[in-house]
């Protein structure tokens, strides 16, 4: 059974018609990379699937929606505020617990971040910011993980972390990348769009970059 599902649909964005006829699925455990050139269609059918199915489903938008005056600390933990009351959120937010600062330590610890938990989210580096990002992704928990260039402004070393750490945290992930190699090294499905239409569905294993040289051409 598929955890998404689009049969026919016409998506876009602002009254811009992006996919016209699209009859697409994911289903559970799948890892898919959506590739494909600028203005393809890609953020849009990811932004799709997270309106098809919110609950469960943990999101790293491309801007990183990050609130730039608040610690890293306070912006992972945002990604938790829906399993607490106000009361909770409120004074975690003026003296953080020592349990969920224990708990968002041992994360960034896995994404190279402890030394900011405190820092403002305005000062960091673009990578850094980005981490903060997926960080607070995977403190959401849940079963899925949609990511709008989740590693794109981040070194290759950095980008295997990451990566790593989002496929041992959920079950199923669907990231829009713009680096090939990456995607069929840490993905089981590669979907290739352009100008609206999927032209490439196919499984990862035994694709090389070479293969998919048409989608951008």
């Known amino acids: 059974m598929n955890l998404f599902e ?12 992006v996919f016209s006829d699209l009859s697409f699925g994911i289903r559970r455990g799948e890892r898919v990379a959506l ?30 929606a990050l609130v730039k ?19 909770y959120n409120v004074l975690n937010l003026l003296r953080p617990f020592p349990k969920p600062v224990r708990e968002v330590t041992a ?4 994404l190279d971040l402890r030394d900011k938990l405190f820092a403002p989210v305005g000062e960091l580096s673009g990578g850094q910011q980005q981490r903060t990002a997926v960080a607070r992704a995977l403190f959401h928990g849940g079963e899925v993980l949609l990511g709008d260039e989740p590693v794109s402004a981040v070194d290759g070393m950095q980008a295997r ?57």
């Open 35 to 64: 590739v494909g050139p600028s203005g393809a269609g890609k953020s849009t059918l990811l932004a799709a699937l997270y309106d098809h199915r919110p609950e469960g489903t943990a999101l790293v938008p491309q801007d990183g």
């Open 6 to 17: 689009f049969k026919g649909a016409k998506l876009g964005y602002n009254g811009r018609a």
């Open 107 to 110: 994360l960034l610890d896995r």
């Open 161 to 217: 972390e990451v990566l790593e750490a989002i496929n041992q945290a959920y079950a199923t992930v669907v990231l829009v990348m713009h680096d090939v190699r990456l995607a069929l090294q840490f993905t089981t499905r590669i979907v290739g769009v352009r100008a609206g239409r999927i032209v490439v569905d196919r499984a990862s294993a035994g694709l090389n970059p070479s293969d998919l040289e048409d989608l951008f051409r």
């Open 69 to 87: 005056q608040l610690s890293v600390y306070h912006n992972v933990f945002m990604g938790r505020l829906h399993k607490h009351g106000s009361m």
